[in-house]
């Protein structure tokens, strides 16, 4: 049993400027190509999320560039800073990506903390790669960090990370932030290489998830296969001398709700989202449906809940239309290939039915879109459907939300995604239940303006406070202080 923590090395509070974000790729893109190839800062993503975060000099980046390297030497023109972020690059190889984030990563770890939606494939040889490809980003992290620098490690890819960097940097504050769930520990258990990830997990000062539950399943894993004792949101984790306390907690992400608010404000977009509207044949009702194409999103199961709906009367064909904007995700994982024929099946056999000459009754579109043109269609659409199996958090929820500057729109949200802990104003449904489903699409085709509108206002009020800005400010407070 633990007694009196012992604070671990870290003594002095580290200029704020001095943070590295470690995560599986580098927010940056290629322009051009050959020799007129340069790079700029992508848009969107964890980099905008934590733009306030990084502002002012010092902070590095070190991550994939998404380029593929021969046998790990560094990306050609790859600058080592851009708009002054400092660029920590992380090459890697085909092998790399097979194994580590589309084996590993993508085939074992994404669906087991998925609830398993999809059966788990564990390769020892994955695992081995998983390691060392983590390992190389801890060597490079360690490498760029100042003496008692602030260091942010993100996601799934790169749980053994923290534990790693510190063995070579006990002088670093490192948070550890999981994007997606993290499981009950009866399925966790599974996980060939759990106590790796445990510990590699525990290697920081503060572990954060997006929810309540998912950090309870974290301590409860912690307990049960660790054998050590949380105390309320504390781990002592047992070091060489004494203990070190690790803290653990639930840090719900936000959007950058303002600049959402503000595109979808702009008289181009309004005049794109009315055009979308005629193009879609002026239906009075349209439902919108915006996803990565991946079987935790339960997309195949929406459409068949609005193909029936339709079919039964539910939702009157003449006045509802559906449009699904599903962007292509990890098509070399093979899961991914046969979501995609679920959903084109169902998407086929619903416009088989119910479609007529020139109008379908979904609107299918399997690609990526601008920004602008993403902000025109949740300007454009009377309701969301979100309905994932699980899901961390879902953000599209709430771009959806901060951009119905009118408190108009409805939306439809699973409640086994992290949104629905927050978002209470919502048609909360159990995906897996269709009849519910069905009556849910029923009901919204059927609420009042002013049901909507009140509604919209709880939703509105939520993801406005709740924005990104303020969940990396909470993190990295909570960091600076996980040792007082
Ligand atoms: C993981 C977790 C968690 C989508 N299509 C286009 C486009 N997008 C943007 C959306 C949104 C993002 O992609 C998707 O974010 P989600 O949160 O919905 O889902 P995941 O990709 O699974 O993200 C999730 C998240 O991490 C953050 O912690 O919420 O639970 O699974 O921002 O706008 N953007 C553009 N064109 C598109 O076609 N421009």
Known sequence: ???????????????????????NRLPIEAVGEGP????????????????PALQGARATWIGWSGHLSGSGEATPGLPEELDGLG????????????????????????????????????????????????????DVGAQSAPPNGVVWV??????????????????????????????????????PWRRQILEGLLGADLVGFQTVTSAQNFLSAVR????????????????????????????????????????????????????IRRELGDYPLIFLGVDR??????????????????????????????????????????????????VELVVGRVNGDLGRVGDPAIHYLRQAV???ELVAMYVAADALLVTPLRDGMNLVVKEYVACRTDNTGAVVLSEFTGAAQQLHDAFLVNPYDLDQLKRTLGAVATATPEELSERMEGLRTNVFEHDVDRWARSFLATLSGALT
């Open 87 to 138: 660029i920590g690059e992380v090459p890697l190889t085909e092998l790399d990506v097979h194994d580590y984030y589309e084996g590993l990563a993508n085939g074992a770890i994404w669906p087991l903390y998925h609830d398993a939606v999809a059966t788990p494939i564990y390769h020892r040889h994955e695992f081995e790669r998983y390691v060392d490809v983590n390992r190389r980003f801890a």
């Open 370 to 372: 601008s920004r602008e």
């Open 1 to 23: 049993m633990p007694q009196t923590p012992v604070p671990g090395p870290v003594t002095a509070t580290s200029d704020p400027q001095d943070l590295i974000v470690v995560a």
């Open 293 to 342: 194409l991946d079987y935790t999103k339960g997309i195949d199961i929406r459409m068949r809940a609005f193909g029936e709906a339709v079919r039964d009367g539910i939702l009157d064909a003449d006045q509802v239309t559906m449009l699904q904007l599903a962007i292509p995700s990890r098509e070399n994982v093979e899961e991914y290939r046969r979501i995609r024929d679920d």
């Open 224 to 275: 049960r296969l660790l054998a050590l004792r949380p105390g309320g949101d504390r781990v002592e984790v047992p070091e060489t001398h004494g203990y070190r306390t690790v803290r653990v907690g639930s840090f719900p992400i936000g959007i950058d709700a303002k600049s959402f608010e503000a595109l979808a404000m702009t008289p181009a977009v309004q005049a794109r989202a009315r055009e």
């Open 36 to 51: 007129d190839m340069t790079w700029q800062r992508s848009p969107g993503g964890l980099v905008s999320a934590l733009e």
């Open 154 to 191: 993100h996601d799934y890819q790169l749980q053994l990370v923290p534990r790693l960097l510190r063995e070579q940097r006990p002088d670093m504050r490192i948070g550890f932030f999981l994007h997606i769930p993290f499981p009950p520990v009866e399925l966790f258990a599974q996980l």
